[in-house]
């Protein structure tokens, strides 16, 4: 099927910057919209941002202006830049891959294993 192997988490000061990566393999035929989610424990899982195949953008009101979603289409790789970051963008960041395994076959949504983002002095 479709594995995703998210990198880039960790730990970092307000104000500071890190980069998210997301890359999916498999029996991969076609991948329409990447994202990036976060989620709270005990909490819905919320968007943070996606990007088309055309790479047309959304983001969440919150981390509009400060994160930068971006893709490698030829690699299957989505990236979240996240600069300016605040206590508040602490939790876990999970990737989300619309992707079709076959021609002409259903589009299925993978979810990454997650990546701890925190932001503390």
């Known amino acids: 099927q479709v594995q995703l192997v998210e990198s880039g988490g960790g730990l970092v000061q307000p104000g500071g910057s890190l980069r998210l990566s997301c890359a999916a393999s498999?029996?991969?035929?076609?991948?329409?919209?990447m994202g990036w989610y976060r989620q709270d424990p005990g909490k819905q899982r919320e968007l943070v941002a996606t990007?088309?195949?055309?790479?047309?953008?959304n983001y969440a009101d919150s981390v509009k202006g400060r994160f930068t979603i971006s893709r490698d289409n030829a690699a299957n790789t989505v990236y979240l830049q996240m600069n300016t970051l605040k206590p508040e963008d602490t939790t876990v960041y999970f990737c989300?891959?619309?992707?079709?395994?076959?021609?002409?076959?259903?589009?299925?949504?993978?979810w990454g294993q997650g990546t701890q983002v925190t932001v503390s002095s």
């Open positions: 989300n891959v619309l992707a079709r395994v076959g021609a002409g076959g259903p589009t299925y949504s993978y």
């Open positions: 498999g029996s991969i035929f076609s991948v329409s919209v």
């Open positions: 990007i088309t195949s055309g790479g047309s953008t």
